[in-house]
């Protein structure tokens, strides 16, 4: 699944579609060089009088088969030089900066063939996960929470009474192929004015929402003016509160509003009760190859996905893996203390114990935590091999970044989750 390989040998990778028209090609030349043969020994037992030159330029004056082997190497390296240089000169307008062809078509041959992974969750969390799962598959679906309800997402929300776009942005710059220019725009934010706390993604999310008439068209249009590699779907097309039962007896209410609680979680649910799941993401879901949920946060990002009506009887009756990716450290206000077991037990006190059949989880301890993680008591979550795990296979493995050690490393986990959950 790499795609590392010289760029010249890329054209022979099975599965290109390539070598099938190459070999016609070569076929149809050497057709036309045996009638020109023909013609010209034609010529020769009839006693025509050809030009002394003929002589050198047919190399005449060596041995027969010597000089078929020399015709041969001599023609099939002009025939794939003429055929790589035609190719870039047409083709130079649609590769960026020193991009070879046979690279962009081996990957794009490459994205095609991927698996059909769909990812459910959001934050932060998800945006790394589909940033390295892109460089592998083409066929990526995120399934993305919408009970965001903070900063400029939650004041679009309530203003214009749209799906929060905060996450969505996140996805959408995720798996862009534009330039970081443009992923730049998108993630900035206005500072002064009426604009102030407002990212530029958002407001642009929302603009072509109006323009199109729908979110979810918006979507799919910023999409493609960002080369999204993948399609990127809310979980409901409901408007949804995130509240959460407290262990002090109180009601928090408001996915922004719960990690603030002085109290910890009991559980969370979702209001309206029963919201209906996205048609578009069932589908995704029951097509899949292999299904992710996570990383993110438990109860603000993860679970609020898994709420909503029909996702987990649509993930029952998928067939494809299954996979709760664990956090690498604890989150202040959500799970504080929390180890690997404790994370499953939240989840199976909500969901159910039979939905997922892996989980992943972080084996590499040995990078400190930021200060600031520290400052906040974020630990790293623990997993302990004699606690009782039911149900499902731990993948034990170093999916840490070394750069953000509170996070998982994009194409750790997306090599991860390929070699030792996928089933080919």
Not at 405 to 415: E, G, K, N, V, W
């Amino acid at each position: 699944m790499s795609l590392r390989r010289p760029g010249s040998l890329r054209w022979f990778v099975p599965g290109l579609h390539i070598k099938r028209w190459l070999l016609l090609l070569g076929i149809s030349v050497a057709i036309i060089a045996l009638g020109g043969a023909y013609a010209l020994r034609s010529l020769y037992e009839k006693g025509a009088r050809l030009p002394g030159f003929f002589r050198y330029v047919t190399l005449a004056f060596l041995p027969g088969p010597l000089r078929a082997l020399l015709f041969a190497v001599i023609g099939i390296s002009l025939l794939m030089l003429s055929l790589y240089q035609l190719s870039q000169s047409m083709l130079v307008p649609f590769l960026k900066g020193d991009e070879d062809l046979a690279d962009v078509y081996y990957r794009h041959r490459l994205m095609n063939r991927g698996p059909k992974v769909v990812c459910l969750g959001g934050g932060t969390g998800l945006s790394t996960l589909l940033r390295g799962l892109k460089n592998y598959t083409g066929n990526l679906t995120a399934i993305v929470t919408v009970a965001d309800d903070g900063g400029s997402s939650g004041r679009l929300r309530e203003q214009y009474r749209i799906l929060p776009p905060g996450d969505f942005r996140q996805c959408l710059t995720a798996l862009a192929e534009t330039e970081p220019l443009m992923t730049e725009l998108f993630h900035h934010r206005f500072t002064e004015g009426s604009l102030e706390g407002h990212a530029f993604g958002n407001l642009f999310i929302m603009a072509m929402a109006e323009i199109t008439g729908s979110f979810e068209r918006a979507l799919r249009e910023s999409g493609r003016v960002l080369a999204v590699r993948g399609q990127i779907l809310p979980c409901t097309l409901q408007d949804v509160v995130l509240c959460a039962a407290l262990a002090d007896g109180q009601k928090a209410v408001g996915e922004s509003r719960i990690p603030l609680s002085q109290s910890s979680i009991t559980h969370v649910y979702l209001e309206p009760r029963h919201v209906q799941i996205n048609p578009e993401a069932e589908q995704a879901i029951l097509e899949a190859d292999l299904i992710t949920v996570g990383p993110g946060s438990l109860y603000t990002s993860i679970l609020p996905d898994l709420l909503v009506e029909g996702t987990i009887s649509t993930l029952k009756k998928s067939t494809a893996p299954k996979v709760y990716i664990c956090n690498v450290a604890t989150q202040r206000g959500e799970t504080e203390g929390f180890s690997v077991a404790d994370h499953l037990s939240a989840l199976y006190d909500h969901v159910g114990h039979d939905v997922f059949d892996y989980v992943v989880v972080n084996s590499n301890l040995n990078y400190p935590l930021p200060a600031s993680a520290v400052a906040a008591g974020t630990k790293p979550v623990l997993f302990d091999k004699t606690a009782q795990v039911d149900g499902v296979r731990v993948v034990l493995a170093d999916v840490v970044s070394p750069q953000i050690s509170t996070h998982h490393d994009p194409d750790r986990l997306a090599r991860t989750l390929l070699k030792k959950t996928y089933k080919h």
